[in-house]
């Protein structure tokens, strides 16, 4: 399938990349169907729209950059995206113009089902976790030790 992006244009996507999100992410509830795209050779990705081409999200694996984050996932999530054993989490990335100020939501992560190819943003309650924690610091960390 080709999809138009506003980034890197047209791409040819495979079937395995396509996630549904039955009830979009919050703010942008009309976009249900997504393709992950993976950027080679680093910890990010693209959540892009398939209806809409100006709509993508910058994610990153949040255990790259903070190797303790953790949460339980609510048993409703897991039954709504049929989870049953294999999950990702990925975390939105808010890029600034200064770099150093870059921030990863770890309050509300994405959730995968690449099984089932759904996913969802989950807004974790009862969490210390803010939508605003500093990534430039976090991945100096990360370069430092060589992307381990």
């Known amino acids: 399938m080709n999809i138009k992006t ?15 999100f039955s009830k979009g992410i919050p703010g942008f509830e009309e976009e249900v169907d997504f393709a992950l795209i993976t950027v080679e050779d ?9 209806r809409n081409q100006s709509v993508s999200f910058l994610l990153s694996d949040p ?5 303790s984050y953790e949460f339980e996932l609510s ?9 049953v054993d294999q999950v990702n989490v990925l975390c939105i990335v808010t890029i600034k113009e200064e770099l150093e100020s870059s ?3 770890l309050l509300a992560p994405i959730v995968l089902n690449p099984v089932k190819r ?3 943003q989950v807004v974790l309650h ?17 370069y430092e030790k060589g992307g381990e």
Do not use: M
């Open 6 to 20: 506003l980034t890197w244009g047209t791409l040819n996507i495979k079937d395995e990349q396509i996630y549904h």
């Open 63 to 67: 255990f790259v950059f903070y190797s």
């Open 103 to 105: 921030t990863v939501n």
């Open 75 to 83: 048993e409703a999530d897991k039954e709504e995206l049929e989870i």
């Open 118 to 120: 759904s996913g969802k």
């Open 126 to 142: 009862k969490s210390n976790y803010q939508a605003r924690h500093g990534l430039w610091s976090a991945s100096q960390n990360y």
């Open 42 to 50: 680093g910890p990010f990705s693209y959540l892009q729209s398939l």
